[in-house]
């Protein structure tokens, strides 16, 4: 059972906190690359409650650091992006990307104090359309060569969504295999040939059996646990009535990510990342292991019940979520259309903005909520009393680091074991991609 004050601890990400002095230490998303405009890449960022300023100078590094100028604190979303870095309107101070003051214009003629000013910034990679940002102590953890980081750029498409709760209850939808059958349940099957880009609607691993009819039909699955040297994959199975068995293995990457099956030849990894305790974006980056990804219908999909800027969703608690009940009755388990992020939105957002989880009654089926909170708590633990928090990497171990595996597929019970310990080296051999872009 999870206390109060263990909630408490989990949930609370801002500055001085146990749970954002954790959250610190590893690479974080920040923005997605389109937000910054070609014309002024400035942009505003909120992230692990701390209000930020990001933009892409003349050299095209990335600098996110404090909005607040540290002279005045004059916003610096307003700041003139010039040659070097950004520059308060205010008193023409200067700022590279790394936050060091490069001029103080006003100031006397030989004065030598900008050499001293380190305004508060952090480090910032982009991989694939999003913009990663460290926010923690000492030199930033080397990227592992996941299949997200390690695709072409063709072969992904990075998008987002705001829901306005914790991050934590937003992570707990994804380690949740069970809630599919029932909050994704569709009363009836559409074809799989308008499946592209659409979690939930495609045909497993081509069996010609709607994913959606595999959930529906076989809602008490068999649910194992795997420790991993990233957090731990789920694996899901459900028997199909014959010598058939629908597996499913997702991933928990350590601290709040997800990897997870979008159909044969694709993967979602999506972090939840805290804006602050009430509210997080979900970060999405699909992956294709066949033909390069088609971005505009994806992105165009996802515009249908989002708004820019801001990408916020077209419904929300003021509208009930879109509930229909003509729907419910019809169409969907929930009467919330067809699209699965509202679904969850609902989910997430419906218990109030920070779920009190001593209140939660944990079946079996959620092992991997109930080892994740372990996880969590144990690395809280270990950040309180100094310790390295946990899943920390050498260059060495990150580049040799794939996947993680996502697998959803149909197969004989015997094959289980090849379903998900097959590496992510041949997977991505198979594909093409991996030869022209060595890892």
């Not at 014309?39 to 892409?56: N, W």
Request: net charge neutral; charged share 20%.
């Amino acid at each position: 059972m999870t206390t109060a004050a263990q909630n408490e601890l989990m949930t609370r990400t801002a500055p001085g906190t146990a749970a954002g002095r954790l959250m610190r230490q590893y690479w974080q998303p920040a923005a997605l690359a389109e937000e910054l405009d070609a014309k002024r890449p400035v942009a505003p960022v909120r992230l692990l409650g701390e209000d930020l300023v990001l933009f892409r100078d003349d050299q095209h590094r990335y600098g996110l650091m404090e909005r607040a100028c540290p002279h005045r604190g004059a916003d610096l979303c307003f700041g003139r992006l010039e040659t070097g870095g950004l520059r308060c309107p205010f008193h023409g101070w200067l700022f590279d990307a790394t936050g060091q003051c490069l001029e103080q214009p006003g100031e006397p003629a030989n004065s030598r104090a900008y050499l001293q000013l380190q305004h508060r910034a952090y480090p910032c990679e982009e991989r694939n359309g999003v913009i990663f940002a460290f926010l923690g102590e000492g030199a930033p953890p080397p990227f592992p060569a996941f299949d997200c980081f390690a695709a072409p750029r063709e072969q992904t498409f990075a998008f987002k969504g705001l829901w306005e709760c914790n991050w934590l209850q937003a992570l707990e939808v994804g380690i949740d295999p069970v809630h599919p059958s029932f909050l994704h349940r569709f009363l009836s099957d559409e074809s799989t040939d308008a499946a592209y880009g659409r979690q939930f609607r495609a045909a497993s691993a081509n069996s010609g059996i709607p994913l959606t009819q595999i959930l529906r039909e076989h809602a008490r699955p068999t649910i194992q646990i795997e420790d991993t040297n990233y957090g731990f994959r789920l694996i899901t199975t459900r028997e199909l009535g014959d010598s058939n068995v629908h597996y499913r293995i997702t991933n928990l990457v350590f601290p709040n990510a997800i990897a997870i099956p979008m159909s044969s030849e694709m993967i979602i990894t999506q972090w939840h990342v805290p804006i602050d305790d009430v509210s997080c974006y979900w970060y999405s980056m699909f992956t294709s292991f066949g033909a390069p990804v088609d971005r505009n219908t994806m992105r165009n999909q996802r515009l249908e019940h989002l708004t820019l800027p801001g990408y916020r969703p077209k419904h929300n608690r003021a509208s009930n979520w879109g509930y229909d009940p003509e729907d419910q009755a019809t169409r969907t388990y929930t009467g919330l259309g067809m699209d699965v992020n509202t679904h969850d939105q609902w989910a997430v957002e419906s218990p109030g903005a920070i779920r009190d989880r001593s209140r939660d009654h944990l079946g079996k089926s959620d092992v991997g909520i109930i080892q994740y909170r372990k996880l969590l708590m144990g690395a809280l633990g270990d950040v309180q009393a100094g310790k390295a928090v946990p899943f920390t990497l050498t260059a060495a171990q990150a580049a040799g680091m794939f996947g993680p595996v996502a697998v959803d597929a149909v197969g004989p019970r015997s094959e289980q074991a090849q379903c998900w310990r097959r590496t992510d080296r041949q997977r991505r051999d198979s594909s093409g991609w991996a030869r022209s872009h060595p890892v």
